[in-house]
């Protein structure tokens, strides 16, 4: 993401720089803002290990803004005796009290020399007043924007950076079944990439991803089944094409819709307990969420279509493909088409 200067809400304007993670740099107050919190993490890392190579002598002060007491700021930002740098990280600033308000906002008139105060804002209105005056250019700042990485081309694009940083080779496939496997966890993802770079030496290839994740891969086919059950057709349908792409087999994803709706069809209009009915607890509580807005009749067609699926996937059908497709369509609509 390239440097910008953004309108804010209301007649608020950003004067400062807005950057990217990876881009972060030194400047005398650095607000993190941003729901992503590994990549806010990272950030915050790099710019710590970036000053403290610069001057081993930094000294890292923490501070917690939700149970800030009044003259804490001041008090870690005083020059020392030998005047050493100060990295003052302060975490939860969505959450901070009405004396770090005050007090970081005096401060931001005249920020102390050869200090870095760096504010953590997971999100939300509290500090606005804050918030403002920092975008406004008070601090002479900067602002990193880590805002959690939604679609799966974030994702994809993330973990091809982090394989280009690492000067290593993947190929398009097998970074295709290493995201759909971590989809769900940036940090996880990020774990799995430096764990490929660190125990392979050639090129990383889907066969390489299915020796060490193959298990995580084959959860895709749950993915394609929840949202398929969650009524959201389309985003199944893309889970499907993901599932397919990176060497899943279409008799386990539908054995994973079969494990689904068998529980639900045991579920259904029956009040025994877990433990009666022959499953976790979570188990139950989970089918119970999946039944909402099902009928009888619904779940009948949906048994049928379930039976069909799993006669096209294992050589019934010319397509395989299309009898899972079809299934999806039958579930997302519980029943009724």
Same mark, same amino acid.
């Given at each position: ?58 000294e890292v002060v923490d501070l917690d803004a939700d149970s800030y007491a009044a003259g804490e700021l001041l008090t870690v930002a005083s020059p020392s005796l030998f005047m050493e740098p100060r990295f003052i990280r302060v975490n939860s600033v969505e959450k901070c009290t009405d004396a770090f308000i005050t007090e970081t906002l005096s401060y931001l ?35 990193? =924007? ?13 973990? =091809? ?89 279409? =008799? ?55 039976a069909e699926a799993d006669a096209g996937v294992k050589g019934a059908s010319r397509d395989p493909v299309y009898a899972i497709e079809r299934l999806i369509g039958v579930i997302a609509a519980r029943g009724r088409l």
């Amino acid at each position: 993401m390239a440097t910008r200067t953004t309108p804010a809400r209301g007649k608020s304007t950003v004067a400062i720089p807005q950057l990217a993670w990876n881009q972060v740099r030194p400047a005398p107050v650095v607000l993190v803002s941003g729901t992503e919190g590994f990549l806010a993490d990272r950030a915050i890392r790099r710019l710590r290990d970036f000053l403290k190579g610069e001057d081993p002598s930094m000294e890292v002060v923490d501070l917690d803004a939700d149970s800030y007491a009044a003259g804490e700021l001041l008090t870690v930002a005083s020059p020392s005796l030998f005047m050493e740098p100060r990295f003052i990280r302060v975490n939860s600033v969505e959450k901070c009290t009405d004396a770090f308000i005050t007090e970081t906002l005096s401060y931001l008139e005249d920020p102390a020399e050869n200090t870095y105060l760096v504010l953590r804002h997971n999100g939300g209105v509290r500090g606005k007043k804050l918030l403002d005056a920092l975008r406004g250019g008070l601090g002479g700042g900067i602002e990193v =924007v880590c805002a959690e990485l939604k679609k799966d081309a974030e994702k994809y694009d993330f973990a =091809v950076n982090e394989f280009k940083a690492g000067a290593r080779r993947i190929t398009p496939g097998a970074l295709r079944a290493l995201v759909g496997a971590f989809s769900d966890d940036l940090a996880e993802l990020a774990s799995a990439c430096q764990q490929l770079m660190d125990d392979t030496s050639n090129e990383i290839n889907e066969s390489t991803v299915e020796r060490y994740y193959g298990g995580r891969v084959e959860s895709n086919a749950f993915k394609v089944a929840d949202a398929a059950l969650a009524g959201r057709r389309g985003d199944a349908l893309v889970s499907l094409r993901h599932a397919l792409d990176s060497g899943a087999d279409p =008799v386990p994803i539908v054995a994973a819709f079969a494990m689904k709706v068998r529980t639900m069809a045991k579920v259904a209009g029956n009040r025994a307990s877990a433990a009666e009915l022959g499953m976790a607890p979570w188990m139950l509580d989970r089918a119970r969420k999946d039944l909402a807005g099902w009928n009888e009749d619904g779940l009948a067609r949906a048994i049928e279509a379930l039976a069909e699926a799993d006669a096209g996937v294992k050589g019934a059908s010319r397509d395989p493909v299309y009898a899972i497709e079809r299934l999806i369509g039958v579930i997302a609509a519980r029943g009724r088409l």
